[in-house]
């Protein structure tokens, strides 16, 4: 009984970290989209990818996760550029994109 009781605890655990991480991967598609909107450069394939994820503090000295997604986009429609979305708990800590051309 007692092992069924921590079995299930640990998949209703598993599931709610799963179900929050593809909450914050929404939040960082979104923030993504709108930066490369802002920019007038194209996102490619409209996916962000999870690359790494560890503990880091905030900057009220609680303990978040942190995220870093990958993304793509083009400036002109025929190079492919990378990005990055840090994300800290369910916050944008920053978006990063490679240098890129334009055509001015």
């Known amino acids: 009984m007692l092992d069924d009781l921590i079995l ?4 209703l655990g ?3 970290y799963w179900f ?6 929404e939040v960082a598609l979104k ?3 709108a930066n490369c909107l802002n920019l007038e450069v194209q996102m490619l394939d409209e996916y962000v990818a999870l690359n790494s994820i560890r503990l880091k503090r ?9 995220r870093i997604f ?4 083009s400036s ?5 550029y990378n990005g990055i979305c840090i994300m800290l708990g369910r916050r944008v800590e920053s978006i990063q994109m490679e240098p890129y ?4």
């Open 101 to 104: 051309r334009f055509d001015g």
């Open 8 to 11: 299930i605890a640990l998949l």
């Open 76 to 80: 002109t429609g025929n190079e492919r």
């Open 70 to 73: 990958l993304f793509e986009f």
């Open 20 to 25: 929050n991480g593809q909450q914050v991967k």
């Open 14 to 16: 598993a599931y709610l």
């Open 58 to 66: 905030d900057p009220a000295g609680k303990m978040r996760v942190r």
């Open 31 to 33: 923030a993504v989209r």
